[in-house]
């Protein structure tokens, strides 16, 4: 089977990717971004956790690689065509991972990611505002590569130390690094036709200024001004319009809870927050005494957390989460629970994991807690 290319970039739509040579700052900008933007994370060698596991010699034999070879003095005696050879071809299997992982996880939220899918691949599959490069010199990615306390890097470092001919061995691996690092390589990413940006030999941090250039690029607003969070009530100015976004949103948990509004079935201090922008309702959550769970030990919930596609990223799932807060807050609750399916975004909120609860439909879900 073979989907194609408009059905992968319609999935793909969440995701921004950074690619580029070693030694350009690509993890270090990613870690900055997804704090700063609220995005989910996917370091380097993210999809090793499946393709770890499911790869198999007969169809990704560069990923397989380390399961077949003779030992590690081997991989370190490479030659630098066989080598580059090796690291091409492991790009190539390990990006059917990579896009299957990230069509998963960018379901509900943007995704930022380091990766290695090759360039021809990014072109089908991404448009031009959702890719960057970042290149540093060669000599950087060569002379530097040991410095960093890497326990991969620390282990091949013993390996050459205890070859026959240690010098040998390591000049032979940084040949190996300079061929994957060569001008001809950097020539591709420079003629990519995608966002270039340049890392040069400096003692001035220039992190600020690369994280602006990219936020700009990628099309991320932080703190958008023009968002307000509204507590509605029923028959209140948003409420009917509360009630034909919720309807007809892409969430199939939306027509849920345009029925609790049609209904009114919010009762005591229940209440609904909207995200609204330019007079259009972009995003909503609950504040409910119960959610969708046979046992309901926890109470209340922040629930529901919705933010139309054109809006993630901005942090406005962040701004309804502090609203429902304060308002649990000035209800005199000392914690707050919200139950997700997916981690890593509600920690970065200042909520824990504490617990797993089975919902109605037989699903378990993870539950978070934080204290106000």
């Known amino acids: 089977m073979k989907i194609e290319?408009?059905?992968?970039?319609?999935?793909l739509k969440n995701v921004y990717f950074i690619t580029g040579t070693a030694y350009a700052g690509k993890s270090t900008i990613v870690d900055l971004l997804a704090k700063r933007f609220g995005l989910i994370k996917c370091g380097e060698n993210y999809n090793s956790r499946i393709s770890d596991k499911v790869a198999v010699s007969e169809f990704q034999p560069n990923l397989?690689?380390?399961?077949?070879?003779?030992?590690?003095?081997?991989?370190?005696?490479?030659?630098?065509?066989?080598?580059?050879?090796?690291?091409t071809e492991v790009g190539k299997e390990a990006a059917e991972f990579e896009i299957?992982?990230?069509?998963?996880?960018?379901?509900?939220?943007?995704?930022?990611?380091?990766?290695?899918?090759?360039?021809?691949?990014?072109?089908?599959?991404?448009?031009?505002n959702h890719v960057a490069v970042m290149l540093a010199p060669q000599s950087m990615s060569v002379d530097m590569f040991f410095e960093r306390e890497d326990p991969d890097k620390i282990y091949i470092k013993e390996q050459i130390e205890n070859s026959a001919n240690p010098r040998k061995a390591m000049l032979?691996?940084?040949n190996c690094l300079a061929k994957v690092n060569s001008q001809e390589h950097y020539?591709?990413?420079?003629?990519?036709?995608?966002?270039?940006?340049?890392?040069?030999?400096?003692?001035?941090?220039?992190?600020?200024?690369?994280?602006?250039?990219?936020?700009?690029?990628?099309?991320?607003i932080e703190n958008d001004s023009n968002v307000e969070i509204v507590r509605i009530q029923h028959n209140d100015k948003y409420w009917n319009s509360?009630?034909?976004?919720?309807?007809?949103?892409?969430?199939?948990?939306?027509?849920?809870?345009?029925?609790?509004?049609?209904e009114n079935r919010f009762t005591d201090w229940e209440?609904?927050?909207?995200?609204?922008?330019?007079?259009?309702?972009?995003?909503?959550?609950?504040?409910?005494?119960?959610?969708?769970?046979?046992e309901n030990r926890y109470s209340p919930w922040i629930s529901g957390v919705f933010v139309t596609e054109n809006e993630r990223g901005k942090r406005v799932s962040h701004k309804m989460i502090e609203a429902a807060v304060n308002y649990a807050k000035e209800n005199e609750f000392s914690k707050v629970y919200i139950p997700s399916d997916m981690k890593g975004f509600y920690e970065k909120c200042g909520f824990v994991q504490i617990d797993k609860l089975k919902n109605y439909g037989g699903d378990e879900d993870n539950i978070f807690m934080r204290e106000i």
Not at 5 to 11: D, G, H, M, S
Not at 64 to 76: A, L, N, R, S
């Open 5 to 11: 290319n408009n059905i992968l970039k319609e999935y």
């Open 64 to 87: 397989c690689y380390f399961d077949t070879m003779k030992d590690w003095q081997e991989f370190i005696s490479r030659t630098p065509d066989e080598y580059d050879q090796w690291v």
């Open 100 to 128: 299957v992982e990230l069509i998963r996880i960018s379901n509900v939220q943007k995704v930022i990611v380091d990766t290695n899918i090759p360039l021809n691949i990014l072109r089908e599959v991404a448009d031009y």
């Open 172 to 174: 032979n691996y940084k």
């Open 187 to 220: 020539d591709e990413f420079v003629k990519s036709g995608f966002f270039t940006l340049y890392r040069t030999y400096t003692d001035i941090d220039t992190t600020e200024e690369v994280l602006e250039k990219l936020a700009k690029h990628f099309e991320f």
């Open 242 to 262: 509360a009630i034909d976004f919720a309807e007809n949103c892409s969430w199939v948990a939306g027509k849920h809870m345009a029925g609790m509004l049609k």
């Open 271 to 294: 209440s609904f927050f909207i995200a609204v922008k330019n007079n259009h309702i972009i995003g909503y959550c609950s504040f409910l005494k119960e959610d969708y769970y046979p």
